[in-house]
């Protein structure tokens, strides 16, 4: 299975921001019990490289782990040789395209408005992240999808259990959940991990069902 069919399967990437080296395992394997198997790693995390390899490492198959938050070219060969596979930006970087296509690796560049959107695959992009997705909603990922139904679209930006389920409806291939998924201020602790789990699985069942059980 390439890249782009795993995210369309996996539907949920775990967007982590701040995790850290001592209890990124604990919360990979949570987020893995719970059905979400695809984790984006921000770069401006401490220690994010060491973090995507020792996932890599541990984890091996069972989870879909790369960069996200990259902005430049150098950071992109950086996360790639860190074991990536896939790196997402938040803006279009025609160079950090480059690179990530040069090593053969899925890249996911930010792009709102329907020209960054065409631009980014024109540089050579796989598919193109929606930054900020919730300030127009689903009804505007729908409206892209319009005259650009090829291109595969990942929102991102307060996506939450009452809205992801639309935007997959609306045409999205996958959903980027940060905060509301993963609250990495909380301390790192059995009830945290279960937690964890739990939303995972609320995220599975509301993108599949569109409501929740509680």
Do not use: C, W
């Amino acid at each position: 299975m390439n890249i782009l069919n795993q995210l369309e399967a996996s539907r949920v990437i775990a967007v982590l921001r701040g995790l850290r080296l001592d209890n990124a395992l604990d919360i990979a394997n949570a987020l893995y019990q719970g059905g979400i198997t695809t984790l984006e790693i921000t770069m401006e995390t401490p220690k994010a490289l060491q973090i995507i390899e020792k996932i890599r490492t541990e984890l091996g198959e069972k989870v879909l782990v790369g960069a996200g938050t990259v902005l430049d070219p150098e950071t992109a060969r950086s996360a790639i040789m860190a074991g990536s596979a896939f790196v997402f930006s938040p803006t279009v970087n025609e160079k950090t395209i480059e690179m990530t296509k040069r090593y053969g690796v899925f890249s996911v560049p930010g792009a709102f408005s329907p020209t960054e959107v065409l631009s980014a695959v024109e540089a050579g992009a796989d598919a193109v992240k929606i930054f900020p997705a919730s300030v127009l909603g689903s009804r505007y990922l729908k409206d892209i999808k319009g005259p650009l139904p090829h291109i595969p679209l990942i929102p991102t930006g307060g996506i939450d259990l009452d809205n992801a389920h639309e935007f997959i409806k609306a045409g999205a291939i996958a959903v980027g959940v940060g905060g509301s998924l993963v609250d990495l201020k909380e301390e790192t602790k059995s009830d945290f991990l279960e937690n964890i789990t739990m939303k995972s699985k609320q995220f599975i069942q509301a993108i599949e069902t569109g409501h929740v059980n509680n």
